[in-house]
Each structure stands twice: as structure tokens, then as C-alpha cells.
């Protein structure tokens, strides 16, 4: 198990970028496959992007990709989400959540393949 920690939300205009961070406590950080996925109010949780435990892979929705970079820091068992050229559909809470990938290389996607989750972060876009 992991615990997370979300940071890095809040509000910005249309166009505008925002990073968050997801820092991730306990030992083997590399073992896991990180990931955000966000969800708006009255929606489904949405799968934006992950990074598997190591060999640089990384995984976009495609309706994200070009717009969101994820990105890990293992010196400081800390992954990344860069978001640039917002748009007010892309507010939500972000939440970052993490499973052991047991050396796999697989895209998961469904909210229910990640065991750890953080508390989420609020990204608010205005127009």
C-alpha cells in the first residue's frame, strides 16, 4: 500500500496550464504504475493518463493527449500532471491513484484496476 497526497488545484482561466503533483509515501515506488484520472459532477470517473513503474512507458486518454503530460520524479516518488491549454470541460476533481504492476507494461484504464487513491484536487477552468 501507498498513500498519496494531491496538490497543485485550483482555479484558472481558459487557456491557461496548471501542474499537479501526486506525492506517494513508502518504499518500491518504482513497482507501481501511477495514474490521474479526474471526474466532474454528475460524471463517471475518467481515466486521463498513467506512468508504468519503470521503462519511461506512458499511457493518454486520447481525447487528452497533446493537451496533458504526466511525468514521475523517482528521487522524489512524486508523479506529475502538466495541463496546458485548458478548457472549462476539463473541470473536475483530479484524483491520482496508484496499483503494483508487477513488472507489466498494461494500460489500465478502469478506476477499479487502482488499489491507493488520493484525496483529490479541484481544477476549476473559467471561460
Known amino acids: 500500500q501507498v498513500q498519496l497526497v494531491e496538490s497543485g488545484g485550483g482555479l484558472v482561466q481558459a487557456g491557461g496550464s496548471l501542474r499537479l503533483s501526486c506525492a506517494a509515501s513508502?518504499?518500491?515506488?518504482?513497482?507501481?504504475?501511477m495514474a490521474w484520472f479526474r471526474q466532474a459532477p454528475g460524471k463517471e470517473r475518467e481515466f486521463v493518463a498513467s506512468a508504468i513503474g519503470s521503462g519511461g512507458i506512458l499511457y493518454y486518454s486520447d481525447s487528452l493527449k497533446g493537451r496533458f503530460a504526466i511525468s514521475r520524479d523517482f528521487a522524489k516518488n512524486t508523479v506529475y500532471l502538466q495541463m496546458n491549454s485548458l478548457k472549462p470541460e476539463d473541470t473536475a476533481v483530479y484524483y491520482c491513484?496508484?496499483?503494483?504492476?508487477?513488472?507489466?507494461?498494461?494500460?489500465?484504464?478502469?478506476?477499479?484496476?487502482?488499489?491507493?487513491w488520493g484525496q483529490g484536487t479541484q481544477v476549476t477552468v473559467s471561460p
Open positions: 491513484a496508484a496499483r503494483e504492476d508487477y513488472g507489466l507494461k498494461a494500460k489500465y484504464v478502469v478506476w477499479g484496476a487502482y488499489n491507493n
Open positions: 513508502g518504499r518500491f515506488f518504482s513497482s507501481y504504475t
